[in-house]
């Protein structure tokens, strides 16, 4: 089993990092580039298809480890293939169309809908059994919201798919003793995502465009709702939250920061995480390797505390997300300040500019 993982794993980084290069032909052959804007970070012209490279890969690989593994019963999983392929095709789509927030919208509620009525959804918070009806409907917003949240943290080199391989590589040591095939579905898409990093690090020579984050905020959101362990499955909720809080609390932040400015939740501007530790004067790559250091303790974090029994882990794991929810206010205020001090100067840059005018035209009409 374990070596037929490894195997999968290996095929698809290697197809991966071979298939970029290509894809960057094409896109500067094509002129298929990243649009600019003056809310994105990056500057010139930029490729945006790699998740044409990594999504192909992970799916071949996870074929051949089908294949090669007769225990892994593959039309169990189809569902999930299928609303996978949805998501990533209508976002390549997005990416050359720019299709409305409605049409991306409804290819989400397809795609989720196909899960929860496949029997896939969250039966259990701790000790809790939750009613039918109410696990299809927290199953459904969990899996919209991941989408549109790994969709949103997509906004410097290397974070969206730093984080997302640190979170499949957790799943994938939880489910290593439980569930063979969800372990390497887990690994496969991580080494995938591998190869891709290779060439999304600072400065990224290409950018995984929605068709790959959405992809992954799917495949977050739909792999844990498959059985595992006692352990995870008895507190799959707590940990999943945890897992994937950075991106979470920073959607959140999203939608309560446009409804009070009565905006559309998909209007997009300058206030997102990565956006505020620029402001107080991180660089791409001080951000990335903050984040996603944050990322690898709360990974970290999780793993262990699956360990102990269910009530220390739920503790555990709700201190962490509480400390991590307070960096993130404080970060806010500490945004908040920068601004302000930012606005400040140039007011006073503005009110001096004329006094050195005037004092430079003083001795000429004297003259």
Known sequence: MYKIIVISAVLAFALSVSLIPAIIHACKKFCWYDSTNERKIHKGLIPRLGSVAFVPAAFIAAACFCIGYPESRPLEYAPLAIGAFLIFVFGVVDDFKDLSARKKLLVQIIASLLMVFSGKSFTTIGSFVLPAPLSGFLTFMWICGMINAFNLIDGVDGLCGGLSALVFASLGIIYLHTN????????????????????????????????????????????????????????????????????????IAAMIRRRRAHRSFFSPDRAHLHHKLMNIGLSGVQILILLLSV?????????????????????????????????????????????????????????VEPLVLSASLTPHHQI
């Not at 799917?218 to 994937?244: D, Q, W």
């Not at 990322?295 to 505390?305: E, W, Y």
Request: charged share 15%; glycine share 8%.
């Open 180 to 251: 063979a095939t969800m372990a390497a579905f887990c690994f496969i898409i991580a080494a995938a995502l591998g190869g891709f990093l290779v060439y999304n690090k600072p400065k990224a020579c290409i950018f995984m465009g929605d068709g790959g984050s959405q992809f992954l905020g799917f495949m977050i959101a739909a792999l844990p709702l498959y059985r595992s362990g006692s352990g995870f499955e008895v507190n799959k909720v707590f940990s999943m939250v945890l897992l994937t809080c950075i991106p979470v609390i920073d959607t």
């Open 295 to 351: 990322q690898a303790i709360l990974c970290t974090v999780v793993c262990v505390s699956l360990l102990f029994d269910a009530f220390k882990a739920v503790m555990i794991m709700g201190a962490t997300w509480f400390i991590v929810l307070g960096a993130f206010c404080l970060l806010h205020y500490a945004n908040r300040n920068a601004l302000k001090n930012k606005e400040k100067s140039e007011a006073e840059g503005r009110s």
